[in-house]
């Protein structure tokens, strides 16, 4: 099955927790939006100057020669001017304060002379420079905010400007993680003959740490299908989703496909796709069940591109897919037809100041300090089938998706 196939199925498949939270503005970050926010007031709410200076009537300048306008009184922010000026005469303003009805343009305090109780405007200046209209920002009846978006700090401003003191979010969504083998060992004992430590569960659970979930560590699984198959059972009963890692490939003691098919079933499990070919989603009694590939890059790989998509549109968001940017190769590449693959890569400027990938030197799925030196992915989509330098391609910088 390839990617697209993959993702339309989880879209088909998938449905939003749906409950909902009133939180404060200050508890909303990285949160999914329940309903649209609509202003119900202009911002800003009256005209006001962008910049510390003077703030006169355009149409009592001088057309091109410096104007002489007497300084009629001075407004700040928070604190409007005390009468209107008359005509030709300036207010001495700062930024933010109350626009004077009679005046509609602001020189800034740099490029006029002051003298005593006069100030010299200089020529040049275009009718309503350096004022801020009423509503420039937003107009009573916008949506600033639609439902399904997922808060970051500005849209928790622009929620704060129009008045509201708290908002609708979707609930968390409750995220249980595995990691499976029996060679897999918690970091900090002992590691006996032919064991590994566990690093997938640690990349999953900081993964996760900045999306909108509530996520339980329930350790490591042994290789024992009953045991597999209870926890999963056991998980279900108060998770919205299931994440583990390894035990989904072919091999005799690879049980967790089975006991997902014991207790539920499995969509599919082998993607064209490089690095995570063995990957399986599911449904656990009803629960949506990821399990990803065992190999650390693979793992993470395809929770960046499955796992996560599918975790932000069970939270109720709208825009699942992460924005992918255009770069130029510096690296050569050969891949398979009809397969989907992530090379990892730096970014680095070419010497037109153009942005280039570079790839990392090893490619290996087990190899995590690929991952650890790299700014990000290049994808290459399915019908290509050779990279040359100067290719240009898409990448996916981890800053986009594990912030």
């Known amino acids: 099955m390839t990617m697209a196939e ?10 939003p927790v749906g409950a909902t939270e009133p939180l404060p503005l200050r508890g909303a970050v990285k949160r999914i939006l329940a309903e649209d926010v609509v202003s119900e007031r202009d911002v800003p709410p009256q005209g006001n100057s962008a910049v510390d200076g003077y703030a006169f009537a355009f149409d009592d300048l001088t057309p091109g020669h410096e104007t002489r306008l007497r300084i009629a009184g001075r407004a700040t922010a928070g604190h409007p001017t005390s009468g209107e000026p008359g005509g030709r005469e ?12 009679r005046c509609d343009t602001v020189a800034m305090q740099e ?19 350096n004022r801020r209209r009423a509503g420039e920002d937003v107009r009573t009846g916008d949506v600033v905010l639609t439902e399904g978006h997922l808060l970051r700090p500005q849209d928790l401003g622009i929620a704060a400007s129009v008045g509201c003191t708290e908002i609708s979010v979707y609930r968390p969504v409750r995220v249980a993680v595995f990691s499976t083998g029996d060679e897999v060992c918690e970091p900090g004992v002992p590691l006996a003959h032919g064991a590994i430590y566990d690093s ?36 279900a009963r108060a ?20 006991a997902v098919r014991k207790n539920g079933t499995l969509h599919f499990w082998r993607l064209a796709i490089k690095p995570g070919r063995p990957l399986a989603l599911g449904q656990v009694n009803g629960v949506p069940f990821v399990g990803l590939p065992g190999n650390p890059v693979a793992a993470m790989v395809t929770f960046l591109r499955f796992a996560r998509p599918l975790l932000l549109r069970l939270a109720g968001g709208t825009r699942v897919d992460p924005h992918l940017y255009r770069v130029r190769a510096n690296f050569s590449h050969r891949k398979k037809p009809n397969r989907r693959e992530w090379v990892r890569a730096c970014l680095k400027s070419g010497p037109d100041g153009t942005l280039e990938a570079e790839k990392f030197a090893r490619e290996g799925a087990g190899i995590l300090r690929s991952l650890v030196e790299s700014d990000g992915l290049v994808e290459l989509p399915e019908e290509m089938t050779e990279v040359i330098p100067g290719t240009m391609v898409e990448f996916l910088p981890f800053a986009e998706v594990a912030s």
């Not at 993959?6 to 449905?15: D, F, G, N, Q, T």
């Not at 740490?209 to 009953?226: C, R, Y």
């Not at 998770?239 to 089975?258: M, P």
Request: charged content about 25%; overall charge negative.
């Open 6 to 15: 993959a993702l339309v199925l989880l879209a088909e498949r998938i449905a």
């Open 90 to 101: 300036a207010v001495r303003i700062f930024t933010g304060a109350l626009m004077p009805e």
């Open 111 to 129: 490029d006029c002379i002051a003298d005593a109780d006069e100030v010299v405007i200089p020529p040049g200046l275009s009718r309503g420079a």
């Open 200 to 235: 997938n569960r640690y990349v999953l659970m900081s993964l996760l740490d900045g999306l909108p979930v509530d996520v339980s560590d329930l350790g490591i699984l042994a290789d024992d299908q009953q045991a597999v198959a209870s926890a999963l059972r056991d998980a």
């Open 239 to 258: 998770h919205d989703l299931l994440i583990t890692s390894g035990g989904v490939s072919v091999g005799e003691e690879d049980h967790v496909k089975n």
